[in-house]
């Protein structure tokens, strides 16, 4: 019987010895687990701290440049306030110099030509009764010249005017002078001279409107451009108020 227990306890020796050994194995591996697991806590609680820090640290640097640019810009928009201010004033107080020095000049010039600008603005207003009070007749070739006569004619601001053609009225209209359209030419002397037998008035004066050559005569005035037509009819209806008035 002591033999049997013997032998039971012989082969049952190695088995209680590996599950021995294996117990101890499973316990060190849980204590690995365990260790690891703390080591990963560890690791990611450093980080987070590392994180935490980085970014914190990244936040003041920028609120420090923040407040630098800030403090730079706002720094130089005073100044450029400031300057636009003084070059604002500076502005301000060079135009009134000069419009001091100008409205100075102006009423130097007035003094001096007060003659002749009063000259001027009654000479203005003698045109402006001239040509509301006098009466024209223009005499045409055509109907073609007669249109073109008449758009010249209504930048001139003349209030009465009279057109006619050649060949096409019997009786002359009653006028203080008469315009020869003859800028193309078809106004021949013989018609010119015919009209003015027919009006047989010494000091009716004629302006000829015309690019070819006519007879001169002391009742006459020509003019070869618009421009000329204009001051020579004006010049001409002055001389020959002013020397109805004589």
Not at 5 to 20: E, G, R, S, V
Not at 148 to 176: A, G, L, M, W
Not at 222 to 228: C, G, K, Q
Request: charged residues 30%; negative net charge; glycine residues 2%.
């Amino acid at each position: 019987m002591r033999k049997i227990n013997f032998f039971i306890l012989l082969l049952l020796f190695p088995i209680l010895m590996f599950a021995k050994d294996d117990s101890l194995m499973v316990s060190d591996i849980n204590k690995r687990v365990i260790t690891l697991e703390q080591y990963k806590e560890m690791m990611a609680a450093q980080a987070k701290m590392d994180y935490e820090k980085s970014a914190k640290k990244l936040e003041d640097d920028i609120d420090e440049k923040t407040d630098t640019i800030l403090w730079t810009f706002g720094s130089f928009a005073v100044l450029a306030l400031a300057a636009l201010g003084v070059n604002a004033l500076n502005y301000w107080n060079l135009n009134k110099k000069v419009d001091g020095k100008i409205n100075s000049k102006i009423e130097g010039i007035i003094e001096q030509k007060r003659e002749d600008i009063l000259s001027m603005v009654k000479d203005e207003e003698y045109e402006r009764k001239l040509k509301q009070a006098k009466n024209i007749l223009v005499i045409s070739s055509s109907r073609e010249a007669e249109e073109e006569i008449k758009h010249t004619f209504s930048k001139f601001n003349f209030k009465n005017v009279k057109y006619r053609v050649k060949n096409s009225f019997q009786t002359i209209p009653e006028n203080d002078i008469v315009v020869f359209n003859n800028l193309n030419g078809e106004l021949d002397q013989a018609f010119i001279n015919s009209i003015v037998a027919t009006i047989n008035d010494d000091e009716k004066c004629y302006i000829a409107y015309t690019i070819t050559n006519l007879d001169r005569h002391e009742q006459f005035n020509f003019a070869n451009s618009r421009f000329t037509l204009y001051h020579n009819l004006l010049n001409t209806l002055k001389f020959s108020d002013l020397n109805s008035q004589i």
